[in-house]
């Protein structure tokens, strides 16, 4: 009997970030579709404009539409919006969660009720934020798109004085990220070094990147999602439209499926149907007269496999015909003398 446990499923992230470009219809909508195509949670995030930016900071190279600043407060949610996002997510199976982007965001959050945390790439050395976060004893998924090796180091100790329920990612910060740059090898490193749960956080425009970490161990995949590419704001240029996250979604599954199910090679009971078809076995290629030895020239190797199997071909030859075989005759063990 096999008493080792079942492995934990793969939990996925849909990322809807600000793409609802603060629409609560969009938003309620996108958790709508997003549970449809069977994502575990849904992911948001939590900006308060005054808490963590200036007004003239920069934009990112990516998005040059409007300020941050603005950006953030014409798309933030009410407190009462956002309870009801998260009831949204509960009434559809699947968890609320929503990145904090300042101390500020993660006491609102608190105030939610949220059972996990996401840090996001920016905010890995905001240590006061990990100790805000660590305090409240919850999950955190640890990004890490832009730190060194040094800067994480940092980041986990903080949360690893409070607690050890963290799981780090590995992420690129380029807006869409090229396969060269996933840096699969570095979700690995993390594994090795924290002794911790490690996932991606994949920033290309396709399933194949996510599909890989899975294969290698990955606990979580996070992925952007939006309606289309074609929606204004930050991150729908590099996001998964619902065909494709529902693809996202059933490969991880079947990836599951295939590396919990080892096979037996020597159990090939299962395909004696198809060795019977497709198999060869020894036929006569002439007429075969009666107590003439067999030699290599009046045999051949033809399907169905159900006689003699072509790999016994040498205790065939030299043997003497017990009787006239036709040609084109499964050769049969009783057609054989000596």
């Given at each position: 009997?096999?008493?080792?446990?079942?492995?934990?499923?793969?939990?996925?992230?849909a990322?809807?970030?600000?793409?609802?470009?603060?629409?609560?219809?969009?938003?309620?909508?996108?958790?709508?579709?997003?549970?449809?195509?069977?994502?575990d949670?849904?992911?948001f995030?939590?900006?308060?404009?005054?808490?963590?930016?200036?007004?003239?900071a920069?934009?990112?190279p990516?998005?040059?539409?409007?300020?941050?600043?603005?950006?953030?407060?014409?798309?933030?949610?009410?407190?009462?919006?956002?309870?009801?996002?998260?009831?949204?997510?509960?009434?559809?199976?699947?968890?609320?969660?929503?990145?904090?982007?300042?101390?500020?965001?993660?006491?609102?959050?608190?105030?939610?009720?949220?059972?996990?945390?996401?840090?996001?790439?920016?905010?890995?050395?905001?240590?006061?934020?990990?100790?805000?976060?660590?305090?409240?004893?919850?999950?955190?998924?640890?990004?890490s798109?832009?730190?060194?090796?040094?800067?994480i180091?940092?980041?986990?100790?903080?949360?690893?004085?409070?607690?050890?329920?963290?799981?780090?990612?590995?992420?690129?910060?380029?807006y869409?990220?090229?396969?060269?740059?996933?840096?699969?090898?570095?979700?690995?490193?993390?594994?090795?070094?924290?002794?911790?749960?490690?996932?991606?956080?994949?920033?290309t425009?396709t399933?194949?990147a996510?599909?890989?970490?899975?294969?290698?161990?990955?606990?979580?995949?996070?992925?952007?999602?939006?309606?289309?590419?074609?929606?204004?704001?930050?991150?729908?240029?590099?996001s998964?439209?619902?065909?494709?996250?529902?693809d996202?979604?059933?490969?991880?599954?079947?990836?599951?499926?295939?590396?919990?199910?080892?096979?037996?090679?020597?159990?090939?009971?299962?395909?004696?149907?198809?060795?019977?078809?497709?198999?060869k076995?020894?036929?006569?290629?002439?007429?075969?007269?009666?107590?003439?030895?067999?030699?290599?020239?009046?045999?051949?190797?033809?399907?169905?496999?159900?006689?003699?199997?072509?790999?016994?071909?040498?205790?065939?030859?030299?043997?003497?015909?017990?009787?006239?075989?036709?040609?084109?005759t499964?050769?049969k063990?009783?057609?054989?003398?000596?």
């Amino acid at each position: 009997m096999n008493n080792t446990p079942a492995p934990t499923p793969v939990a996925i992230i849909a990322e809807v970030g600000s793409v609802h470009d603060g629409s609560f219809g969009n938003a309620l909508h996108l958790i709508d579709t997003a549970a449809e195509c069977g994502v575990d949670v849904v992911k948001f995030q939590t900006h308060i404009s005054d808490a963590e930016t200036l007004p003239d900071a920069p934009m990112p190279p990516y998005f040059k539409g409007e300020p941050r600043y603005e950006y953030f407060e014409r798309t933030a949610f009410s407190f009462k919006q956002l309870q009801e996002l998260k009831a949204r997510c509960e009434s559809q199976g699947v968890d609320f969660l929503s990145s904090p982007f300042s101390i500020e965001a993660v006491e609102l959050l608190e105030e939610l009720d949220v059972i996990h945390y996401k840090i996001p790439s920016g905010e890995v050395t905001n240590l006061p934020l990990l100790e805000a976060v660590g305090e409240t004893g919850k999950h955190v998924y640890l990004s890490s798109g832009m730190s060194s090796w040094a800067e994480i180091d940092a980041a986990v100790e903080t949360l690893l004085r409070y607690h050890d329920r963290v799981t780090v990612m590995q992420c690129t910060s380029a807006y869409p990220c090229p396969y060269e740059q996933v840096g699969l090898n570095v979700m690995l490193d993390m594994r090795e070094r924290y002794g911790l749960p490690v996932g991606l956080s994949d920033h290309t425009l396709t399933n194949y990147a996510a599909f890989a970490a899975v294969t290698l161990g990955a606990s979580v995949i996070e992925k952007h999602f939006t309606f289309s590419r074609h929606m204004y704001g930050s991150d729908a240029r590099h996001s998964l439209e619902p065909p494709e996250l529902a693809d996202l979604v059933a490969g991880i599954r079947a990836i599951e499926t295939t590396l919990a199910s080892p096979v037996e090679k020597d159990d090939i009971e299962p395909y004696a149907g198809m060795k019977a078809i497709f198999e060869k076995s020894i036929v006569s290629v002439i007429d075969i007269p009666a107590g003439v030895i067999i030699t290599r020239s009046m045999i051949g190797f033809k399907k169905p496999g159900t006689g003699i199997p072509a790999r016994d071909h040498a205790k065939v030859i030299g043997r003497r015909a017990a009787h006239q075989i036709p040609k084109d005759t499964l050769i049969k063990e009783s057609y054989l003398e000596g």
